[in-house]
């Protein structure tokens, strides 16, 4: 595999984009206090920074699907760790790292859906529509990538390159 040293996005981009994000995510929940439900690991950095951006007083949560091993999706996903709190009749925003088939995060709803929030949306930082498996749609969505495999800024590649500040893509 081989790292592109040129990143596909900037630090840069990626904090303008959340700034953007969260802004209409706080006009959005203006006067409510909604969960951010982030799925481990990869979604964390991601979370973090929209957190700080928020106005409105939002809790944080996190929620674990595996379904990966190196760049291949097995097409099972487990939950492994569930959110702490309660989300009965609470309004969840589901924070993803990437929506790549679908799976993990159709997993993650559904599991989500069973504790009956009074609402849910997804929120993911990248989308790569051309592989989607299962239908899922974001409700907020970063940046639209092509079919690449990338790295940087939470995601990872066998728990590697999670704490480039920008996103590179990983190449055979
Ligand atoms: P899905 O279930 O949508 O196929 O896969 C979602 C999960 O696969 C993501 O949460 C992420 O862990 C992993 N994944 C999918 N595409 C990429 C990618 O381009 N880079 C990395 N590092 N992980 C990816
Ligand atoms: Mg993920």
């Known amino acids: 595999m081989r790292l592109n040293e040129q990143p596909l996005l900037t630090a840069a981009q990626i ?3 959340i700034a ?3 802004r209409e995510i706080s006009d959005r ?3 409510r206090d909604p969960v951010l439900v982030a799925v481990l690991k990869g979604a964390a950095i991601f979370a973090a920074d ?12 996190f929620i674990r699907a595996r379904s990966y091993a190196g760049t291949e999706s097995q097409g099972r996903v487990r939950i492994t760790f569930l959110p702490e709190h309660s989300l009965e009749g609470r309004h969840v925003i589901v924070v993803e790292d990437i ?3 679908g799976r993990t995060t159709s997993a993650v709803l559904d599991c989500i859906r069973q504790q009956n929030p009074a609402s849910l ?7 790569k529509p051309a592989r989607r498996v ?5 409700d907020y969505t970063g940046f639209r990538i092509d079919n690449l495999f990338v790295v ?3 995601l990872d590649y066998d728990e590697r390159y999670r704490h480039f500040p920008d996103i590179r893509t990983l190449e055979e």
């Open 15 to 17: 904090e303008a984009r």
């Open 20 to 22: 953007e994000i969260a």
């Open 29 to 31: 929940y203006a006067g």
């Open 50 to 61: 929209l957190m700080r951006r928020l106005t409105v007083p939002a809790c944080l949560d």
């Open 99 to 101: 929506l790549d088939t």
């Open 121 to 127: 949306v997804l929120c993911t930082l990248l989308d």
């Open 134 to 138: 299962v239908p899922v749609k974001a």
């Open 152 to 154: 940087g800024y939470g």
